[in-house]
T-cell receptor, first 118, second 111 residues
């Protein structure tokens, strides 16, 4: 079974509108972390936002917020006021295990291509 | 501040030729280091990770190997490339169990 599922291969949004990119995850760990990365056409992976499994509040970073629903095992990324520069591939990723393990291996979803139109 | 360097940016190699991709991190010590591969239109697949000099863990058995000769240097190698080795290779580092910082990637085409 996939650990990270992103069901939207592609999404379209008009500039200045909000968009939600879906991510569901599968883990039996109590302690885990969820990440979102942006990959523009240049290929670099840009960290956007992080949510820990014990965090009670949804993470926010500027125009990015993470809609964390633990019982449903979903961690959707919400981008408010979309900009043309937001057009990119977006990846959801999960770190399993405790912070005391000394390292983390991230499992990535297959990504969602977001296109922002004027 | 910490930076991660990865080179070359692009590489075209014939089938059967050797490969060496290098990644170095600056501004931190004892980082965890990772090699990921991204096939066209797909997500990232973890290939190797290292928590210290000479310590390499392989996630997927294949035609590639990794080495960590120095604390902040991580090398991805192959003795004989296959067509299926084509892809976008990303190096990353992390501190403890935190999130990753990625390098700019190497686009490898095996012809």
């Amino acid at each position: 079974a996939q650990k990270i599922t992103q069901t939207q291969p592609g999404m379209f949004v008009q500039e200045k509108e909000a968009v939600t990119l879906d991510c569901t995850y599968d883990t039996s760990d109590q302690s885990y972390g969820l990440f979102w990365y942006k990959q523009p056409s240049s290929g670099e992976m840009i960290f956007l936002i992080y949510q820990g499994s014990y965090d009670e509040q949804n993470a926010t970073e500027g125009r990015y917020s993470l809609n964390f629903q633990k019982a449903r095992k979903s961690a959707n990324l919400v981008i408010s006021a979309s900009q043309l520069g937001d057009s990119a591939m977006y990846f959801c990723a999960m770190r399993e295990g405790t912070m005391n393990s000394g390292y983390s291996t991230l499992t990535f979803g297959k990504g969602t291509m977001l296109l922002v139109s004027p | 501040s910490q930076t991660i360097h990865q080179w070359p940016a692009t590489l075209v190699q014939p089938v059967g030729s050797p490969l060496s991709l290098e990644c170095t991190v600056e501004g931190t010590s004892n980082p965890n280091l990772y090699w990921y591969r991204q096939a066209a239109g797909r997500g990232l697949q973890l290939l190797f990770y290292s928590v210290g000099i000479g310590q390499i863990s392989s996630e997927v058995p294949q035609n590639l190997s990794a080495s960590r000769p120095q604390d902040r240097q991580f090398i991805l190698s192959s003795k004989k490339l296959l067509l299926s080795d084509s892809g976008f290779y990303l190096c990353a580092w992390s501190r403890g169990a935190g999130g990753y910082t990625f390098g700019s990637g190497t686009r490898l085409t095996v012809v």
